[in-house]
Protein backbone atom coordinates (compact mmCIF):
# COMPACT_ATOMS: atom_id res chain seq x y z
CA UNK A 1 0.00 0.00 0.00
CA UNK A 2 0.89 3.64 -0.51
CA UNK A 3 2.00 5.40 2.08
CA UNK A 4 -0.83 8.01 1.27
CA UNK A 5 -3.46 5.11 1.49
CA UNK A 6 -1.77 4.78 4.85
CA UNK A 7 -2.84 7.73 6.34
CA UNK A 8 -6.06 8.22 4.50
CA UNK A 9 -7.20 4.48 6.34
CA UNK A 10 -6.13 5.23 9.93
CA UNK A 11 -7.91 6.86 12.62
CA UNK A 12 -5.11 7.09 15.04
CA UNK A 13 -1.60 8.15 14.60
CA UNK A 14 0.67 5.84 12.77
CA UNK A 15 4.58 5.13 14.07
CA UNK A 16 7.09 4.93 11.38
CA UNK A 17 10.77 4.08 11.51
CA UNK A 18 13.66 5.21 9.35
CA UNK A 19 16.61 2.86 8.86
CA UNK A 20 20.47 3.02 7.43
CA UNK A 21 21.73 0.37 5.41
CA UNK A 22 24.54 -1.05 7.39
CA UNK A 23 28.08 -0.95 6.36
CA UNK A 24 29.30 -3.00 3.07
CA UNK A 25 30.40 -6.14 4.59
CA UNK A 26 27.75 -6.46 7.41
CA UNK A 27 24.70 -8.73 6.79
CA UNK A 28 21.05 -8.25 6.64
CA UNK A 29 20.63 -9.66 9.98
CA UNK A 30 22.10 -6.38 11.22
CA UNK A 31 18.68 -4.49 9.57
CA UNK A 32 16.33 -7.06 11.39
CA UNK A 33 18.02 -6.83 14.67
CA UNK A 34 17.17 -3.04 14.76
CA UNK A 35 13.60 -4.20 13.05
CA UNK A 36 12.32 -6.60 15.49
CA UNK A 37 11.89 -4.83 18.63
CA UNK A 38 10.16 -1.96 16.42
CA UNK A 39 7.98 -4.64 14.59
CA UNK A 40 5.53 -4.71 17.76
CA UNK A 41 4.40 -1.64 17.28
CA UNK A 42 2.96 -2.56 13.86
CA UNK A 43 4.53 0.23 12.19
CA UNK A 44 2.67 0.63 8.69
CA UNK A 45 5.96 1.53 6.82
CA UNK A 46 9.77 1.66 6.82
CA UNK A 47 12.11 4.11 5.37
CA UNK A 48 15.53 3.21 4.16
CA UNK A 49 18.02 5.87 3.88
CA UNK A 50 19.95 5.83 0.20
CA UNK A 51 23.84 6.65 0.58
CA UNK A 52 25.92 8.51 -1.96
CA UNK A 53 29.15 7.46 -2.56
CA UNK A 54 32.28 9.38 -1.01
CA UNK A 55 35.93 10.01 -2.20
CA UNK A 56 38.70 8.27 -0.38
CA UNK A 57 42.06 8.68 -0.59
CA UNK A 58 44.27 5.37 -0.40
CA UNK A 59 48.10 5.09 0.20
CA UNK A 60 49.58 2.96 -2.50
CA UNK A 61 52.46 0.77 -1.92
CA UNK A 62 54.85 3.37 -4.02
CA UNK A 63 53.77 5.65 -1.08
CA UNK A 64 51.55 7.86 -3.48
CA UNK A 65 47.98 8.42 -3.11
CA UNK A 66 44.68 7.20 -5.45
CA UNK A 67 41.68 8.69 -5.29
CA UNK A 68 38.29 6.26 -4.82
CA UNK A 69 35.42 6.32 -4.91
CA UNK A 70 33.43 4.38 -1.87
CA UNK A 71 29.94 3.77 -1.22
CA UNK A 72 30.16 3.11 2.75
CA UNK A 73 26.42 1.61 2.86
CA UNK A 74 24.80 0.33 0.00
CA UNK A 75 21.80 -1.79 -0.45
CA UNK A 76 18.44 0.55 -0.26
CA UNK A 77 16.90 -1.19 -3.02
CA UNK A 78 17.16 -4.75 -1.86
CA UNK A 79 16.44 -4.12 2.12
CA UNK A 80 13.67 -3.02 1.08
CA UNK A 81 12.74 -5.90 -0.47
CA UNK A 82 14.17 -8.03 2.15
CA UNK A 83 11.91 -5.85 5.03
CA UNK A 84 8.51 -6.08 2.77
CA UNK A 85 9.28 -10.62 2.60
CA UNK A 86 10.37 -10.72 6.06
CA UNK A 87 7.91 -8.66 7.96
CA UNK A 88 5.14 -7.83 5.27
CA UNK A 89 4.78 -4.39 6.00
CA UNK A 90 5.68 -1.86 3.02
CA UNK A 91 8.58 -0.03 2.71
CA UNK A 92 9.95 3.29 1.72
CA UNK A 93 13.58 3.73 -0.12
CA UNK A 94 14.70 7.08 -0.25
CA UNK A 95 15.97 8.19 -3.80
CA UNK A 96 18.80 10.91 -3.91
CA UNK A 97 20.31 12.78 -6.98
CA UNK A 98 23.72 13.22 -5.78
CA UNK A 99 26.22 10.58 -7.70
CA UNK A 100 23.25 9.31 -10.24
CA UNK A 101 22.62 10.47 -13.76
CA UNK A 102 19.13 10.43 -15.04
CA UNK A 103 19.27 6.85 -16.75
CA UNK A 104 20.64 5.45 -13.56
CA UNK A 105 17.85 6.95 -11.87
CA UNK A 106 15.23 5.11 -14.08
CA UNK A 107 16.89 2.12 -14.08
CA UNK A 108 16.47 2.02 -10.05
CA UNK A 109 13.26 3.12 -10.42
CA UNK A 110 12.57 0.42 -12.62
CA UNK A 111 13.60 -1.85 -10.27
CA UNK A 112 12.01 -1.11 -7.66
CA UNK A 113 8.95 -0.93 -10.03
CA UNK A 114 9.58 -5.00 -10.70
CA UNK A 115 10.24 -5.56 -6.91
CA UNK A 116 6.52 -3.82 -6.30
CA UNK A 117 7.49 -0.98 -4.53
CA UNK A 118 5.63 1.51 -4.69
CA UNK A 119 6.30 4.40 -2.47
CA UNK A 120 9.40 6.64 -2.79
CA UNK A 121 10.94 9.44 -0.88
CA UNK A 122 12.68 11.82 -3.43
CA UNK A 123 15.53 14.12 -2.05
CA UNK A 124 18.67 15.90 -3.55
CA UNK A 125 21.18 14.48 -0.88
CA UNK A 126 23.77 16.67 0.84
CA UNK A 127 26.87 17.42 -0.73
CA UNK A 128 30.14 14.99 -0.82
CA UNK A 129 32.21 15.68 2.49
CA UNK A 130 35.04 16.57 -0.14
CA UNK A 131 32.88 19.34 -1.62
CA UNK A 132 32.28 23.00 -1.08
CA UNK A 133 28.63 22.88 -2.44
CA UNK A 134 26.45 20.06 -3.55
CA UNK A 135 27.34 18.90 -6.69
CA UNK A 136 25.08 17.13 -9.26
CA UNK A 137 26.62 14.33 -11.56
CA UNK A 138 27.13 14.68 -14.93
CA UNK A 139 23.81 14.31 -16.49
CA UNK A 140 22.15 14.17 -12.55
CA UNK A 141 19.29 16.02 -11.12
CA UNK A 142 20.68 19.58 -9.46
CA UNK A 143 17.64 18.88 -6.82
CA UNK A 144 14.67 17.15 -5.52
CA UNK A 145 12.09 18.91 -7.87
CA UNK A 146 14.21 17.56 -11.12
CA UNK A 147 13.59 13.99 -9.49
CA UNK A 148 10.22 14.63 -9.02
CA UNK A 149 9.35 15.30 -12.50
CA UNK A 150 11.39 12.21 -13.83
CA UNK A 151 9.55 9.69 -11.47
CA UNK A 152 5.97 11.77 -12.68
CA UNK A 153 6.81 11.62 -15.80
CA UNK A 154 7.41 7.95 -15.79
CA UNK A 155 3.95 7.13 -13.72
CA UNK A 156 2.37 8.67 -16.83
CA UNK A 157 4.40 6.08 -19.00
CA UNK A 158 6.96 8.87 -20.35
CA UNK A 159 10.71 7.23 -20.07
CA UNK A 160 13.73 8.63 -20.92
CA UNK A 161 13.65 6.89 -24.75
CA UNK A 162 10.94 8.68 -26.18
CA UNK A 163 10.67 6.29 -29.26
CA UNK A 164 9.13 3.88 -26.11
CA UNK A 165 5.66 3.35 -27.28
CA UNK A 166 2.55 2.11 -25.09
CA UNK A 167 5.15 1.60 -22.50
CA UNK A 168 3.83 1.08 -18.48
CA UNK A 169 3.15 3.49 -16.32
CA UNK A 170 4.56 3.08 -12.83
CA UNK A 171 2.38 4.15 -9.99
CA UNK A 172 5.12 6.17 -7.01
CA UNK A 173 3.95 7.82 -4.44
CA UNK A 174 6.13 9.96 -3.99
CA UNK A 175 7.04 12.03 -0.56
CA UNK A 176 9.87 14.65 0.15
CA UNK A 177 11.40 16.25 2.73
CA UNK A 178 10.34 19.68 4.77
CA UNK A 179 12.18 21.13 6.63
CA UNK A 180 10.58 23.75 9.60
CA UNK A 181 13.74 24.95 10.81
CA UNK A 182 14.34 25.98 7.16
CA UNK A 183 17.11 24.29 4.69
CA UNK A 184 20.70 25.19 5.79
CA UNK A 185 20.65 26.36 2.12
CA UNK A 186 18.10 28.91 1.44
CA UNK A 187 18.37 32.57 2.01
CA UNK A 188 15.20 32.64 4.17
CA UNK A 189 11.72 30.34 5.37
CA UNK A 190 10.19 31.95 2.81
CA UNK A 191 11.66 31.01 -0.05
CA UNK A 192 12.47 27.45 1.08
CA UNK A 193 9.21 27.24 1.71
CA UNK A 194 8.80 27.89 -2.32
CA UNK A 195 10.87 25.74 -2.96
CA UNK A 196 8.86 22.77 -0.95
CA UNK A 197 5.48 24.21 -2.66
CA UNK A 198 6.96 23.67 -6.21
CA UNK A 199 7.85 20.33 -5.17
CA UNK A 200 4.53 19.50 -4.09
CA UNK A 201 2.84 21.49 -7.09
CA UNK A 202 4.82 19.24 -9.56
CA UNK A 203 3.55 15.93 -8.07
CA UNK A 204 4.64 15.26 -4.19
CA UNK A 205 1.57 13.09 -2.26
CA UNK A 206 3.51 14.27 1.19
CA UNK A 207 5.66 15.91 2.97
CA UNK A 208 8.19 14.39 6.15
CA UNK A 209 10.08 16.70 7.85
CA UNK A 210 13.40 17.15 9.35
CA UNK A 211 13.89 16.29 12.83
CA UNK A 212 13.03 19.01 15.69
CA UNK A 213 13.45 19.26 18.93
CA UNK A 214 10.54 21.89 19.85
CA UNK A 215 6.88 21.39 18.67
CA UNK A 216 5.85 24.54 18.05
CA UNK A 217 8.48 24.65 14.98
CA UNK A 218 5.93 22.06 13.47
CA UNK A 219 2.75 23.72 14.03
CA UNK A 220 4.03 26.99 12.73
CA UNK A 221 5.47 24.92 9.51
CA UNK A 222 2.44 23.30 9.20
CA UNK A 223 0.99 26.60 9.39
CA UNK A 224 2.51 28.71 7.04
CA UNK A 225 2.64 25.43 4.34
CA UNK A 226 -1.32 26.03 4.44
CA UNK A 227 -1.23 29.42 3.94
CA UNK A 228 0.57 29.16 0.56
CA UNK A 229 -1.97 26.09 -0.40
CA UNK A 230 0.42 23.48 0.39
CA UNK A 231 -2.25 20.82 1.60
CA UNK A 232 -0.92 17.25 1.24
CA UNK A 233 -0.03 15.47 5.11
CA UNK A 234 3.25 16.65 6.49
CA UNK A 235 4.46 14.07 8.48
CA UNK A 236 6.41 14.83 12.04
CA UNK A 237 9.77 13.88 11.79
CA UNK A 238 11.58 12.83 15.36
CA UNK A 239 14.67 11.87 17.19
CA UNK A 240 15.26 11.31 20.71
CA UNK A 241 18.82 12.39 22.00
CA UNK A 242 20.56 9.76 23.69
CA UNK A 243 24.01 10.75 24.04
CA UNK A 244 25.62 13.51 25.53
CA UNK A 245 27.76 14.13 22.32
CA UNK A 246 24.58 14.18 19.97
CA UNK A 247 23.52 17.14 21.75
CA UNK A 248 26.55 19.37 20.18
CA UNK A 249 26.05 17.09 16.76
CA UNK A 250 22.54 17.11 15.82
CA UNK A 251 22.20 20.63 15.42
CA UNK A 252 25.62 21.01 13.35
CA UNK A 253 24.20 17.76 10.78
CA UNK A 254 20.91 18.75 10.54
CA UNK A 255 20.89 22.08 11.09
CA UNK A 256 18.24 21.95 14.08
CA UNK A 257 17.92 24.01 17.65
CA UNK A 258 17.76 22.48 20.36
CA UNK A 259 15.52 24.28 23.33
CA UNK A 260 17.00 26.20 26.00
CA UNK A 261 14.39 23.69 28.19
CA UNK A 262 15.69 20.78 26.90
CA UNK A 263 19.58 22.30 27.56
CA UNK A 264 18.36 22.96 31.12
CA UNK A 265 17.59 19.32 31.51
CA UNK A 266 20.79 17.79 30.31
CA UNK A 267 23.02 20.49 32.50
CA UNK A 268 21.85 18.49 35.58
CA UNK A 269 22.83 14.85 33.46
CA UNK A 270 25.48 12.89 35.11
CA UNK A 271 25.61 9.77 33.36
CA UNK A 272 25.29 8.87 29.59
CA UNK A 273 22.42 6.94 30.95
CA UNK A 274 21.15 10.15 32.35
CA UNK A 275 21.06 11.34 29.32
CA UNK A 276 19.12 8.79 27.35
CA UNK A 277 16.85 9.05 30.06
CA UNK A 278 15.86 13.43 29.13
CA UNK A 279 16.06 12.45 25.36
CA UNK A 280 13.69 9.76 25.78
CA UNK A 281 11.42 11.42 28.30
CA UNK A 282 11.47 14.80 26.39
CA UNK A 283 10.95 13.03 22.87
CA UNK A 284 7.34 10.73 24.42
CA UNK A 285 6.04 14.65 25.46
CA UNK A 286 6.96 15.50 21.89
CA UNK A 287 4.64 12.74 20.52
CA UNK A 288 1.66 13.07 23.13
CA UNK A 289 1.26 16.78 21.53
CA UNK A 290 1.67 15.72 18.14
CA UNK A 291 -0.54 12.59 19.24
CA UNK A 292 -2.97 15.29 20.76
CA UNK A 293 -3.01 17.38 17.60
CA UNK A 294 -3.91 14.36 15.59
CA UNK A 295 -0.94 14.02 13.17
CA UNK A 296 -1.69 11.24 10.85
CA UNK A 297 1.80 9.38 11.10
CA UNK A 298 5.34 10.20 14.05
CA UNK A 299 8.30 9.14 11.45
CA UNK A 300 11.29 8.08 13.93
CA UNK A 301 15.00 8.52 12.65
CA UNK A 302 16.38 5.32 14.35
CA UNK A 303 20.35 5.80 13.27
CA UNK A 304 20.04 1.73 13.14
CA UNK A 305 19.29 1.83 17.06
CA UNK A 306 16.03 0.97 18.12
CA UNK A 307 16.48 0.69 21.98
CA UNK A 308 15.66 4.67 22.59
CA UNK A 309 12.56 4.80 19.94
CA UNK A 310 11.35 1.69 21.42
CA UNK A 311 11.43 3.28 24.88
CA UNK A 312 9.50 6.34 23.26
CA UNK A 313 6.71 4.51 21.61
CA UNK A 314 6.04 2.12 24.29
CA UNK A 315 5.15 4.66 26.85
CA UNK A 316 2.81 6.27 24.43
P1 LIG B 1 15.84 20.16 -2.42
O1 LIG B 1 14.37 20.13 -2.24
O2 LIG B 1 16.37 20.02 -3.79
O3 LIG B 1 16.35 21.53 -1.79
C1 LIG B 1 17.75 21.76 -1.57
C2 LIG B 1 18.01 23.25 -1.41
O4 LIG B 1 17.85 23.88 -2.67
C3 LIG B 1 17.03 23.96 -0.46
O5 LIG B 1 17.73 24.99 0.18
C4 LIG B 1 15.98 24.51 -1.39
O6 LIG B 1 15.31 25.64 -0.82
C5 LIG B 1 16.83 24.88 -2.59
N1 LIG B 1 16.13 24.81 -3.87
C6 LIG B 1 15.25 23.88 -4.28
N2 LIG B 1 14.84 24.16 -5.54
C7 LIG B 1 15.50 25.26 -5.91
C8 LIG B 1 15.53 26.06 -7.08
N3 LIG B 1 14.76 25.74 -8.13
N4 LIG B 1 16.35 27.13 -7.11
C9 LIG B 1 17.14 27.45 -6.08
N5 LIG B 1 17.14 26.75 -4.93
C10 LIG B 1 16.35 25.68 -4.86
N6 LIG B 1 20.03 12.61 2.48
C11 LIG B 1 20.61 11.52 1.92
O7 LIG B 1 21.70 11.64 1.34
N7 LIG B 1 20.01 10.29 1.98
C12 LIG B 1 18.81 10.11 2.58
O8 LIG B 1 18.32 8.99 2.61
C13 LIG B 1 18.18 11.22 3.18
N8 LIG B 1 16.97 11.10 3.78
C14 LIG B 1 16.34 12.21 4.28
C15 LIG B 1 15.05 12.07 4.83
C16 LIG B 1 14.38 13.18 5.34
C17 LIG B 1 13.00 13.00 5.90
C18 LIG B 1 15.01 14.46 5.31
C19 LIG B 1 14.29 15.66 5.88
C20 LIG B 1 16.27 14.61 4.77
C21 LIG B 1 16.95 13.49 4.24
N9 LIG B 1 18.22 13.60 3.66
C22 LIG B 1 18.83 12.49 3.11
C23 LIG B 1 18.94 14.88 3.66
C24 LIG B 1 18.68 15.70 2.38
O9 LIG B 1 19.19 15.03 1.26
C25 LIG B 1 19.38 17.05 2.55
O10 LIG B 1 18.72 17.81 3.53
C26 LIG B 1 19.63 17.84 1.29
O11 LIG B 1 20.57 18.88 1.60
C27 LIG B 1 18.40 18.52 0.70
O12 LIG B 1 17.56 17.60 0.15
P2 LIG B 1 16.11 18.07 -0.41
O13 LIG B 1 15.50 16.90 -1.05
O14 LIG B 1 15.35 18.76 0.65
O15 LIG B 1 16.58 19.11 -1.53
Redesign the pocket.
Known amino acids: MKVTEHIAQTKKTLFSF?ILPPLKGVGIQAIYNTLDPLMEFKPPFI?V????SEFIFRKTADGLFEKKIVRKRPGTAGICAAIMTKYGVDSVP?L???GFSIDETEDILIELDFLGINNV???????MKSEEI?TPQKDGH????QLINQTVKMNKGAYLEEELNNAMPTDFCI?????PEK????PDFD??LQ??K??VDAGAHYI???MFFNNQKYFDFVKACRQIGIMVPIIP?LKPITTKKQITNLPKIFNVDIPSDLLKEFEICNSENDYKQVGIEWAIQQCKELMNEKVPVI?FYTMSNSESVKNVVANL
Open positions: ENTYHRHICGLLLRGDKFKNALGVAGYHYESTDHLSKVTQGH
